[in-house]
């Protein structure tokens, strides 16, 4: 939609290294082949899921309008970025932050992207990436280049990939850490982008480190992995490893991960989750969508026999020496203060006080305290962006990360520089105390921009929100400390189920109309990595949630007993006895007599489901073949767009790895391990596909794998203007057989 | 130099005091009916952030919005999509889309009293940092562009003229007229040119 879309790639050519620039160029044709017609859009939507490219509600054209469902009517028509996906309809883009680690310059260029392809607010999610909403496809190639230019991909940010490697916020300044998790993060996050290992998986999958057992920050037991730190003695030397967990997950049905081993050793890392991943690459479910994540592998297989089978792959992986590449690289990295250690501050306004209290936390280097930037709903301006990006560098060697509980955290700031760090988060209005606490909500998108979004939780956040903050100082001090998670379905990207109170978004039919509710789930333990999940209680229309959390609040404190918790206290009390003390707020008045229950917060709208739509959450099962097939055409039609620029050899070469591309995916169906030899490619796809007559059509025999094999032959001759465009024509044909020879014979299941 | 992504944001007086809550309603009835050229898709509420984009009605070709940026409430025309035509005509075209919305809001007896829609303050932004950085090379192209197109409107003693100068913030002019915007008089005056 940018008028300067067509300019972006040259003006940033020598600030893009590589392989960023290759890949968006690379998704760019991808775009421009889909517009076209000429891929599929099932494989498009999975390429552009891999990108960050992410549907949003109403990107089917249908919106409800409180009374009936309405098409809109965009520009490009019926064209289509995925299924039932409408090319003009705005998506959302994910953006990739490993760890929450940013710099102040990454932080004014996503405030200028939100600015001129968003809506002007950037959001922070609970995996600590970054989210753009309303952003049109067209921008998104323009969008990354820019990312890119300061060291931001936002490969595999969405999809059935490798998602954000995250770290807890506080790790290398934790006083309670065993040791700095941050180079590990930053190693595995590396070393799986674009693992081919991880490109086969049938649904997404979610890594998590923490420095310690006992805090939240990590949430360790709800990842497909999660490592904790720990050291173990060897002699008189002291060995850095990790109590490492597999196959835990939210979602509809939570699952805590299982501990896989006591302590894994630093250099193991790597290496097993390479395994790990080749593991449920091989044997995850592929076809029921709804049992793809590895907590079902790994619970389908048990704990042993999954490890089991992850050690004897381990044992087969050659050594590679990016492992120990990565790592090392990674823990020669340290940050440093910008300001002399200082003594804390006595003196102050009461509201200062107050932030003192609940947004700073001292760190294990003497004078230096971590400070909690508290965003509403996870939400911050393009000019807050700016302000903070000005702050971390005034305090900071711009030590900056973003959180799972939705706010940034800037670290290493020198106690006494506190007073004037405060104004100037008070000046960009970023100074809300109450980090952490029951004013501090996390609510994930819902039915503002999900497509499966059933409640509005981000409506319901600001509401309580609103609520609570005008009597927070009143609070008992217990209550303070409660954590409230809004989901908008039972999806669970809001971590409902580890919240003290949690609540994700059902619908319910009353009187002939649907009415929002909240699925009430108390219980949840946020505490020592995410350690127990909460109960669902009972739902309650959206309208009553307020009273739910003040009178279970209430009853918390009147009844509670010494050094409770409200854990312990909902264990103590009984489901049926809370139920029982809610029971009055599940029943809905007639339309006729409360109209506000019949719309949801902050959607004047009465409420419907009706268009809701198909999630991208689970991504489309696209395997690794279809991508290099999908790569075979794209790198022909770029040898066609190559020869009509006079490029001849560059145009020739082009065409031939189009055709390897091709081949390299039949032969990966039988041989995982296939490399990039050209040698090796040429005789693995004789022996499987020639010498078998796999590959023959069943009218020309084995006319198309010879062009492949002459193809070879020649392809240390050069090229002439003929033979570039005879081979152009060619490679056309033999990626045509590859697409007719998978068809003949793939798996039912990668097809389904 | 093209310039496109034209934004006008009408400085309110009322700046700050305003409830926005009832514009929900109005921006959802507006995507209902459709009543702007542009095709209009749903409503953001970002009341929550301070000094941030307010509520947003948001548009196919463009947003409209109660903005809340830099603490001025103003209502404000974002033009996404790229037009034809020269520079004046797009800087008429989203002058001209944020009058017609602040007659449209106060045509709507849901905010009558909550939102003073006089106006004596125009900000004009670029939102497109690649066409027009905001540096001395943008300023000294552009200004003269921009002021031609207020000399015509208003005559060349009528306003004074500022430009924002953080070269990090898109590339903006703010224009202060000595007596308030007489609405009905500029759009006549556009629909006659």
Redesign the interface.
Same mark, same amino acid.
Not at chain 2, 41 to 53: E, L, M, S, T
Not at chain 2, 127 to 131: A, F, P, S, V
């Given at each position: 939609? +940018?008028?300067?879309n067509q300019?972006?790639k040259e +003006?940033l050519k020598e600030a893009l290294v590589e392989p960023l620039g290759r890949e968006i160029d690379i998704f760019e044709t991808e775009i421009n082949l889909r517009r076209q017609g000429k891929v599929e859009e099932r494989v498009f939507a999975e390429t552009r899921l891999r990108r960050g490219v992410y549907g949003q /509600?109403?990107d089917n054209g249908n /919106?409800h309008?409180?009374?009936a469902i309405?098409v809109?009517?965009?520009?490009s028509g019926s064209a289509t970025k995925g299924p039932n996906t409408l090319w003009?309809?705005?998506g959302m883009q994910r953006i990739k932050v490993p760890y929450g680690g940013l710099n102040a310059s990454q932080l004014?260029v996503m405030? %200028?992207l939100a600015?001129?392809y968003s809506?002007?607010?950037v959001h922070i999610t609970t995996r600590q990436d970054f989210q753009l909403?309303?952003v049109?496809i067209d921008d998104t190639p323009s969008l990354m280049r820019r990312l890119a230019a300061v060291g931001i991909t936002t490969r595999e940010a969405c999809g059935n990939s490798v998602r954000n490697v995250t770290a807890c916020p506080y790790a290398g300044v934790c006083p309670d850490e065993v040791f700095d998790v941050t180079p590990y993060a930053r190693a595995l996050s590396n070393f799986l982008l674009g693992h081919p290992d991880c490109q086969n998986f049938g649904r997404k999958f979610k890594p998590a480190f923490s420095g310690c057992k006992q805090h939240a920050c990590g949430l360790t037991s709800m990842h497909d992995i999660g490592a904790i730190a720990m050291t173990r003695r060897q002699g008189d030397k002291e060995i850095r490893g990790f109590e490492f967990y597999v196959g835990g997950g939210l979602g509809a049905v939570p699952y805590q991960a299982k501990l896989f081993e006591e302590f894994l050793p630093v250099d193991e890392l790597l290496p097993t989750t390479q395994a790990i991943a080749r593991v449920f690459a091989r044997l995850g479910e592929k076809k029921n969508r709804n049992r793809a994540r590895s907590k079902f592998l790994v619970d389908d297989l048990g704990i042993e026999k999954f490890k089991a089978l992850v050690l004897e792959e381990r044992g087969e992986l050659d050594q590679d020496p990016r492992c120990l590449q990565l790592l090392r690289e990674a823990e020669s990295c340290h940050e440093e203060p910008l300001k002399s250690a200082g003594d804390f501050p006595g003196k102050g306004s009461r509201r200062f006080q107050e932030w003192l209290k609940t947004n700073i936390r001292r760190q294990k280097q003497p004078g230096y305290v971590v400070a909690t930037v508290t965003l509403?709903?996870g939400?911050?301006?393009a000019? %807050?962006l700016?302000s903070l990006a000005d702050i971390v560098r005034s305090y900071t060697r711009e030590t900056v990360r973003t959180t799972v509980e939705q706010n940034f955290v800037i670290r290493w700031v020198s106690q006494s520089d506190l007073p004037k760090l405060y104004q100037a988060l008070e000046v960009a209005?970023l100074a809300e105390p109450g980090a952490g606490n029951i004013i501090d909500i996390v609510a994930c998108p819902g039915t503002?921009t999900c497509k499966l979004g059933i409640s509005s939780s981000r409506?319901l956040g600001?509401e309580l929100?609103?609520r609570l903050t005008t009597k927070s100082l009143e609070l008992d001090a217990a209550i303070q400390a409660l954590h409230i998670k809004v989901s908008g379905c039972f999806n669970s990207c809001g971590q409902h189920h580890v919240a003290d109170l949690g609540f994700y978004g059902v619908s319910r039919k009353v009187g002939g109309y649907a009415v929002p509710h909240f699925q009430v789930v108390l219980g949840g333990q946020w505490t020592q990595n995410a350690k127990a999940y909460g109960l669902p209680i009972v739902a309650i229309p959206s309208k009553n949630i307020p009273d739910v959390v003040s009178r279970l609040a209430e009853c918390y404190v009147n009844d509670r007993l010494r050094g409770e918790s409200f854990q312990d206290f909902i264990g103590r009390s009984g489901k049926v006895k809370v139920r029982k003390l809610l029971e009055d707020l599940i029943r809905v008045p007639a339309y006729d007599v409360n109209p506000l229950y019949f719309s949801d917060w902050?959607?004047?709208?009465e409420y419907s489901i009706s268009d809701i739509g198909k999630g991208e959450c689970a991504g489309e099962v696209v395997s690794a073949v279809e991508f290099d097939l999908a790569s075979a055409e794209r790198q022909v039609f770029e040898a066609q767009v190559l020869a009509e620029e006079g490029k001849i050899q560059a145009a020739g070469e082009t065409a031939y790895n189009g055709m390897l591309y091709a081949a390299k995916g039949l032969i990966r169906l039988e041989v995982v391990d296939i490399t990039d030899d050209q040698d090796e490619i040429m005789s693995q796809f004789r022996t499987k596909y020639y010498d078998t007559q796999k590959f023959f059509d069943p009218f020309a025999g084995g006319k198309f794998a010879n062009y492949l094999f002459a193809a070879h032959r020649r392809s240390n001759e050069g090229y002439t203007l003929d033979s570039s465009r005879r081979l152009i024509e060619e490679a056309q044909l033999f990626i045509e057989a590859s697409h007719s020879c998978y068809n003949r014979i793939a798996p039912r299941v990668a097809k389904s | 130099m093209?310039l496109?992504?034209i934004n006008v944001k009408l400085h309110l007086k009322n700046s700050g005091v305003a409830d926005l809550e009832p514009l929900?309603?109005v921006f959802?009835d507006w995507?209902?009916e459709q009543s702007c050229e542009e095709?209009l #898709? $749903?409503?953001?509420?970002?009341?929550?952030?301070?000094?941030?984009?307010g509520i947003?009605l #948001?548009g196919?070709e463009a $947003?409209f919005s109660l903005d809340e940026?830099?603490r001025h409430l103003g209502v404000r025309y974002n033009r996404?999509?790229?037009l034809p035509g020269s520079n004046q005509s797009r800087f008429r075209q989203a002058l001209k889309a944020a009058l017609e919305t602040c007659n449209k809001l106060e045509a709507d007896p849901r905010l009558s009293g909550n939102l003073n829609l006089e106006c004596q303050d125009i900000e004009l932004f670029i939102?497109?940092?690649?066409?027009a950085p905001n540096d001395p090379s943008t300023h000294h192209l552009v200004i003269p562009e921009i002021q031609q197109f207020y000399d015509d409107l208003f005559g060349k003693k009528n306003y004074l003229i500022n430009h924002q100068e953080d070269p990090?913030?898109?590339f903006s002019v703010l224009v202060h007229l000595f007596q308030p915007i007489n609405r009905a008089n500029l759009l006549k005056k556009f629909a006659a040119s």
């Open positions: 939609m +940018k008028f300067s300019f972006w +003006k /509600r109403y /919106r309008d409180g009374k309405k809109l009517e965009f520009p003009d309809a705005p004014e405030a %200028q600015e001129e809506d002007g607010v909403h309303y049109h509403p709903l939400d911050i301006s000019n %807050q700016r209005c503002d409506g600001a929100r609103s902050g959607d004047p709208r | 093209e496109q992504h929900i309603s959802h995507v209902k095709i #898709i $749903d409503v953001a509420d970002y009341r929550h952030v301070p000094g941030g984009p947003i #948001i196919h $947003d940026g830099d996404k999509a790229p939102n497109d940092r690649l066409l990090r913030k898109l």
